[in-house]
């Protein structure tokens, strides 16, 4: 955008109008946080006057610079640039309501409840780590598309907690290796967090973090608004990303608490902030704000309408086939062929019925995907050969090859689930990321992020048991599967065999609105389905994979990915014996849970014995067997050795499941 | 120690020994890491040979340098290691048992299986965080005990992707913030990973970053042993930690696979080790060591001897009192005085019943602790004023107060966790850590390590469900407690009020064999229990807090935390409809399942309708209600509002409850 000249007069009076609704804001609602947007009004007030390429009236326009206000406690930041600029649905009344039940100005900025959030931030770190994915997906989606249509910077205001969280070097040692030059942050630097001044708990010199990992960096008064616009001016001409450490006082203006950790995370006080109004010369009663104060933001939230009739006119000018494959891909529809390519991957499977391992299955699975699915962006934390996440057709994604689709996310679990967000908040890009099951654990907040925000990514999880054998107890999950089970709107997929597999893939990709975890064995696994029916058997969370034969079934026994096999051996061991028995694949425990409840008694059945076999904890399953089901599985941790052995010394066999219900039945 | 003089030829045999055995052992097994421990061999050989003080004959003596393989991975190195010291109980037959089940020679060292390893590793960048850890306990525990019993330092031995975890910026952050002389890290700079060369993925001057942090650091060849060992020397000296980039290269002696990812997690094949062999001059079979070379090695081990010889003569001229003192500290036994003092505490508790948040009630039961625990080490990760861990009497933990008990972790929860497990490990000390319940999902790793290991520490977890109110569901734990109760070895206990508090601290401070989670409320909490009762009545994990009135019960009612209020609050109401119910607290579910069948059934009741009442997923709850027991609770995230309103929005009321005991009392 072109920068119509702000004296610092104007520019403090658009900042002050900032610190004024933030400071009522969070009055209002007797909570919340007035430090940061108090301290960082003018970083702020400078990008949305001087920076960002933004139409307010259209906070959806693809071609949009983003904003992640990554230190998310400062959520009346934002909330206040959205009412100022003009972002339709964010009046005043909004703000009034901040931290109220259903309001669009809830504690922490969520992207599902305002338009103009481009991600739910507040828990540390994680703002900055999506950025990280938006700027690459931004690339991506120019490299294909071009800069006529996509070209933009994503921006972030982060805190000193943001760079002391973990996921901070994760995410911006993966900038730096990718050379994301149009990613620029901006960091509140007010040394001050909940405990006191910063110097209690750090003594990190960022610039120079920031710059042993790739970047540029440099130090700016962040209340001085011209030094602060020169200095983004520089970032947007590096070929590198860039931190801007902008030395702000916390609270800005509130004349007792500035500058100390009382004006971090509560309201001012009626006096202070009276005594802050009157400092920074702001009058007028509770959220009032000077009617051409008001108006001057308002030009500024218009100032990129011109540019955004531009893009329209170009996008309308593409053939009509490009246009629809570029709003296709924004709005993650899925491709119209991938249902039929994966029924007819089936079919083949079901015609040569291989033995593998689930994780290879997933190449399989992919190696058909990918010609269909070009949005699919695929990629592992450092664990490729194991995760067999490079399928036919992947080529690297690196600063030369921004076509590329496979991402070396490097031995960063949490930065590459946080990436994976952003790339899907960017828009024109499906994800799938890989790593082993037991790391899901150092993923987690991000990956909860996508769940809560609804993101539908993808995780490759391999590794998924016990039955990796010899690396361990550390590599072998038993617990993490119940924990993504217990996480709303997580999709938890463990399939039994290839046909399965494919099943999964259609759910996870079919799936727009939450976030999937494919758990994959490493060993191999014989088949169990070998049927190519065009239904989806597994979308309902479990089916009868077996009926028992010769009458009513005695014995119900439900199993999931590798354990399905087991299952279907105690059938027959249990035939022999004269018993009855059924076989459940359960590929999703919860999604079976969540069936309304015809459906799912229909699929649990009335056999008097249930028993079911998993390679990890009970947790969760006495939702299937009830209390008095039998369970075989693990209760402890699991142990090194090779994986055959390690499920015989944990009693994970068909002869246990038919102890177990034969014991039943005798009781 | 004193260092003979080792030449460069013989050090090469010595440090051959190593690569011999460590290609044997993963050959035998068909599975392992061959190229960590060929490649940092020589690393390995200066440490064991020139700096460490050590005495293989007792691994557990106190006062010896701790190492670290946090590259778990390479595990050979340190089983070999621990065999050519002459380590009691590692034997060339455990060599051969190296990823056997039962082993003492598992996949990654676990240190529950095999003496002389200090803490489990694998999972990358915890090694490396544990160790900050025990830096920091073996200075607290010099500072109390003095020099002449505390004295030694803390080596790591970290690979890449130890350096590329984040937990691995919140170590490093945190030790070069406390000035960790006495830690040195040695990293295995080979350059490769598993998806192949480093640069593919990272482009970080680790040197640089390190020195950001308040590091020393420099570059070495890790093959050159005078050179290493120069740089240590150096690195003692400094006041800061120190890391020593060692250039190696992985697989180090392999003609062909030497730096490559073939070296890294494979075995070599028979032709491969061979050529390795030959051009290492390694004679004789498999596990064959030349025994003067063998002899050499176990003189090394063995320099350490008369240390520690003069250290027992030390410790013996103490007071009987200190002395007693000591070894009561490094065993983790808990004072004879806590339980009385917390009994005492939960009477005065009868006796003034107080309406408090039990995260109030934590640090009211913190203040009588601390008097009669002085091993006890506090913290938070920056949130002290919500986590009221500060208790009375703690002072913080700086380079220049290192008596204090209270540590400043930052914004660094996982750093936090491992830092926690690593001051366990070191012995002297217990530790509580705070943050937020829903930022257990940040530190998750080293939790999970924590109760792999039996450790017993304690996560002071506040703000334990939507009753936070206004953060919002990013701040609000729904599916936190499920997946932590989810985990073999986790204790999980959320009390109802001071005394259900009081009485957590102590079943927490009590187990010496495992981690224990305090899910502690932000808002305050009527007392349910005005009993000053000696027995700790949750340590079953649940009780009958409330018997029914008039006949036998008709509903259970189970709750746990800050809705036990909710459930007697419902027990009245249906009382008024004529309906008798029980109120059972439910402190810790999955001790309660893990209850005997007996105790457990008499604690659950044989009351026709159960209802479970807890602000959180239903997922567990099934084993104690059954899948047709009534649930209140939480099926998706939480909402941002004042708390009371965010009860009433998801339903978690006892009106609520009511109305499902009685739709199930007329259905």
Known sequence: MTTPAIDRAQHERLANAIRSLAMDGVEQAKSGHPGLPMGAADVATVLFTRILKYDAAEPRWPDRDRFVLSAGHGSML???LLYLTGTPGMELDDLKKFRQLESKTPGHP???????VETTTGPLGQGLATAVGMAMAERMLAAEFGRKLVDHKTYVLASDGDLMEGISQEAIALAGHQKLNKLIVLWDDNGISIDGPLSISDSVD???RFKA???????VDGHDPDAIEAAVRRAQKSNKPTLIACKTVIGFGAPKKAG????????????????????????????????DVLKAWRGFGATGFAERKDWNTRLAALSERKRGEFERRLNHAVPAKLAKTLVAHKKALAANPVTVATRKASELALDVIVPVM????????????SNNTRAKGFEDFTPKTPKGRYVRYGIREHGMAAAMNGITLHGGFRTAGGTFLVFADYARPSMRLAALMGLPVIYVMTHDSIGLGEDGPTHQPVEQIASLRAMPNMRVLRPADAIE??????IALERTDGPTVLALSRQNLAPVRTDGTATNRSAKGAYELLAAE????????????????????????????????RVVSVPSLEALLEQDEATRAAIIGDAPIKIAVEAAVRFGWDGVIGTDGGFVGMSSFGASGPYKEVYKHFGITPEAVVEAAIKRHNG
């Open 213 to 219: 990992c790739g970047w540029k960096a440099e130090r």
């Open 206 to 208: 960022q610039l120079a």
């Open 374 to 385: 070009p949005e699919l962006v695929s990629g592992s934390a450092d664990l490729t050969p």
């Open 260 to 291: 100390t950790s009382k004006a971090h995370g509560e309201p001012l006080g009626a006096e202070e902030l009276a005594a802050a109004k009157k400092a920074l010369g702001i009058t007028g009663g509770p959220f009032e704000v000077a009617a």
């Open 501 to 506: 597999t494919a099943e999964a893939w259609q």
């Open 78 to 80: 934002i909330y206040a």
């Open 110 to 116: 969520e992207n599902f409840m305002t338009a103009g």
């Open 550 to 581: 010769g009458g009513k079934a005695q014995v119900s026994l439900f199993a999931s990915g590798s354990e399905v096999e087991i299952a279907v051996a105690a059938r027959k061991l249990l035939a022999d014996k004269g018993m009855r028995a």
